[in-house]
């Protein structure tokens, strides 16, 4: 769908470059990004730079910047395109019972991907003449303020994924964990440490599982994505879209 929008909106001036916040890198991302053949930059963040330099904590998340470098629309929650689709074949097999609660949850999460993409067109239509331009002061009002507790929370995450991405799992737990708790609000740092929880089976596998009662030492965080997303409602597990 990113890849549609940026063919429509390329003869314009605009292009697309995607991020792709990921501890292991290509190894997390490149099947992704060789399966929708991107022809427009795809970008890899090993350390999360995007999250600390510049605020994202959800994804996808998006900011809009103009031809001379400006950032004329701080990150924000950036659904992808609305498009017409006919539902595809089901992969088969029985679908896990926490797969399905996740579903359910997901459904709940506000979607404002028709405002928000209209807002974009209207900003490829009109530059800085659009109304959903900031100007530098609002783009700074509107930037997230960091205290010495979320700074102290970005160093641990870029410890953690240091330690990650050289062997030792062990120790990066630590340091995800304090990642959390000093950054509350970050799903992209809960996201990627849960998504590291695969053991033998890979990346990824264990993020539909979460913690265990049967067994509770598999699971090395306190909660997971369902347990998360019920304890703040999903209405609140992103920002409504501001013009």
Known sequence: ???????????????????????????????????????????????????????????PSAFWVNEEGDIVRPPEP????????????RPGGPVPERFRLMAREAKKIPNDAAEYHQALRDWVENGQG??????????????RPRSTS???GHA????????????????AVAHFREAHRLVPDSWTFRRQAWSLEGG???????????PS??????????SGWLEDVRSVGP???NPKFKP
């Open 200 to 210: 033998a089976e890979g990346p990824f596998a264990r993020f539909w599982q979460g």
């Open 235 to 237: 209405e609140n597990y």
């Open 213 to 222: 009662e049967n067994d509770p030492d598999a699971w090395p965080y306190e």
């Open 78 to 89: 950036a659904p992808a395109p609305p498009v017409e689709r006919t539902p595809g074949p």
């Open 156 to 171: 641990h995450f870029e410890l953690a994924s240091h330690l990650e991405v050289n062997g030792d799992h062990e120790g």
């Open 150 to 152: 979320v700074a102290t």
């Open 1 to 59: 769908m990113w890849q549609e929008l940026r063919d429509e909106l390329a003869p314009k001036g605009f292009e697309l470059v995607t991020v792709g916040l990921d501890t292991l890198g290509a190894e997390g991302c490149a099947h992704f990004i060789e399966a929708t053949s991107q022809s427009h930059p795809a970008l890899l963040d090993t350390h999360h730079l995007l999250a600390s330099r510049f605020g994202v904590i959800n994804i």
């Open 130 to 143: 659009s109304p959903f331009a900031l100007s530098p002061n609002e783009v700074l009002e509107r930037s």
